[in-house]
């Protein structure tokens, strides 16, 4: 049975794995400094990718899986306290010009930002389950409209797709090409 709960101080670095995995990196020389990072901005309170807005999917007592979601009217300001301290390693895997990039989420949206199934847990429901989580939350914030962006050749598309979510446009990311998705919750 898959259980979602807040996450808490202790899945920190758990949050900043799933981080990591979400954005695909392969640059194993730095790991290290990725993680220390990462696990440094999530256990703050106030920041975009805060423990405070993750949930974590768990079977039989094991964490399968993290969501990080956050209500787009705080979405700037979370984000350009976050940012800054991951500058360094952003500039270095995504170059520059990401701070200057187009806000993934505004004020009527609630949005995932980042969801990570570890592996053993893969095409078992965990993240269907971490997205009808994100779908209740914005529900009970009385927000109409839940969104995520994807990069335009990951499988995950179909998943999205098959739980309500319909292409809206092009958005850039990283100085990447996304397309961002939006669902409608009846509020």
């Not at 990072?37 to 423990?51: F, G, M, W």
């Not at 004020?107 to 990570?116: C, H, Q, R, T, V």
């Amino acid at each position: 049975m898959i259980r979602i709960r807040k996450a808490t101080i202790e899945d920190v670095a758990y949050i900043a794995e799933g981080i990591y995995h979400a954005f695909l990196l392969e640059d194993k020389a730095l790991y290290n400094q990725w993680i220390k990072i990462l696990k440094e901005v999530c256990a703050q309170e106030d920041t975009h990718y805060s423990y405070r807005n993750t949930w974590i999917a768990e079977v039989d007592g094991e964490r399968a899986g993290m969501m990080i979601a956050v209500d787009g009217e705080h979405y700037r300001e979370q984000r350009d306290k976050m940012y800054p301290q991951l500058k360094g390693v952003f500039d270095v895997a995504f170059g520059k010009g990401w701070d200057e990039m187009e806000d993934e989420a505004k004020a009527g949206e609630f949005y995932i930002d980042s969801l990570a199934v570890s592996l053993p847990y893969r095409n078992q429901g965990v993240g269907t389950a971490l997205i009808e989580k994100a779908k209740e939350l914005a529900k009970e914030k009385g927000i109409g409209v839940v969104t995520l962006a994807v990069e335009p050749e990951n499988k995950a598309k179909r998943l999205y797709q098959r739980l309500g979510f319909a292409y809206q446009r092009e958005i850039e990311i990283f100085n990447e090409e996304y397309e961002l998705y939006a669902a409608e919750i009846v509020v």
